[in-house]
């Protein structure tokens, strides 16, 4: 039933299954999983701890654990509920350190509470190849945007945009090539710009 999305239908069997065998690894942790898939992330949290217990090593309930965390940190961010985020976000880089989905979170958490500088840092320690630099070069122009810094915006679009390659995924060029026409924009460079998106029109 979990992996048909019925979820609804089962989380109450998996709840009978974890009252009938409090000890039963497999079912704790697909009930976890089915809490949290429900939005239910609290409570997923309870039950993978009490997997946890049972298989402390278990690389399932672990996996589990970490998006499961990640989920829930999300969720509270989302709410404006920050120190809660970032407690949780914390916690799961103690269990998994340098987890790159983790500090991707952590550094989205940081440009909601504003803390630019600090998202800045954790993009830049995330960019270890070609399509992550990009990626990085693309978040930092929208974040010094976010801070009307228009000028400083140019120079990581420009970077970006030219370490674009025929390679690199044909979604994240896009983006790419549209922030590097703001940024343009932004700067006033209106002719580089519509040079640009004529290019872009006829591709």
């Given at each position: 039933?979990?992996?048909?999305?019925?979820?609804?239908?089962?989380?109450?069997?998996?709840?009978?299954?974890?009252?009938?065998?409090?000890?039963?690894?497999?079912?704790?942790?697909?009930?976890?999983?089915?809490?949290?898939?429900?939005?239910?992330?609290?409570e997923a949290l309870e039950?993978?701890?009490?997997?946890?217990?049972?298989?402390?090593?278990?690389?399932?309930?672990?996996?589990?654990?970490?998006?499961?965390?990640?989920?829930?940190?999300?969720?509270?961010?989302?709410?404006?509920?920050?120190?809660?985020?970032?407690?949780?976000?914390?916690?799961?880089?103690?269990?998994?350190?340098?987890?790159?989905?983790?500090?991707?979170?952590?550094?989205?958490?940081?440009?909601?509470?504003?803390?630019?500088?600090?998202?800045?840092?954790?993009?830049?320690?995330?960019?270890?190849?070609?399509?992550?630099?990009?990626?990085?070069?693309?978040?930092?122009?929208?974040?010094?945007?976010?801070?009307?810094?228009?000028?400083?915006?140019?120079?990581?679009?420009?970077?970006?945009?030219?370490?674009?390659?025929?390679?690199?995924?044909?979604?994240?060029?896009?983006?790419?090539?549209?922030?590097?026409?703001?940024?343009?924009?932004?700067?006033?460079?209106?002719?580089?710009?519509?040079?640009?998106?004529?290019?872009?029109?006829?591709?």
């Amino acid at each position: 039933m979990l992996w048909d999305k019925n979820y609804k239908t089962a989380v109450n069997h998996y709840k009978n299954l974890v009252a009938a065998n409090p000890e039963n690894f497999a079912c704790i942790l697909d009930y976890a999983n089915t809490l949290t898939n429900l939005k239910r992330h609290r409570e997923a949290l309870e039950y993978i701890e009490m997997a946890s217990r049972i298989k402390p090593e278990d690389t399932n309930a672990k996996t589990s654990k970490k998006y499961i965390q990640l989920a829930y940190a999300d969720t509270k961010a989302k709410k404006g509920e920050f120190d809660e985020a970032q407690k949780t976000l914390t916690n799961n880089l103690v269990l998994f350190p340098n987890d790159r989905e983790t500090l991707k979170a952590k550094a989205n958490y940081y440009e909601r509470v504003k803390k630019y500088k600090k998202a800045e840092e954790l993009l830049k320690n995330l960019a270890t190849s070609t399509s992550d630099s990009i990626k990085m070069y693309h978040k930092m122009t929208w974040l010094y945007h976010l801070r009307r810094k228009h000028k400083k915006a140019e120079k990581p679009s420009v970077l970006g945009f030219g370490m674009i390659q025929a390679d690199i995924d044909s979604v994240l060029q896009k983006e790419m090539k549209e922030m590097h026409i703001r940024a343009l924009i932004w700067n006033g460079s209106y002719k580089k710009a519509a040079t640009l998106l004529s290019k872009e029109t006829d591709t």
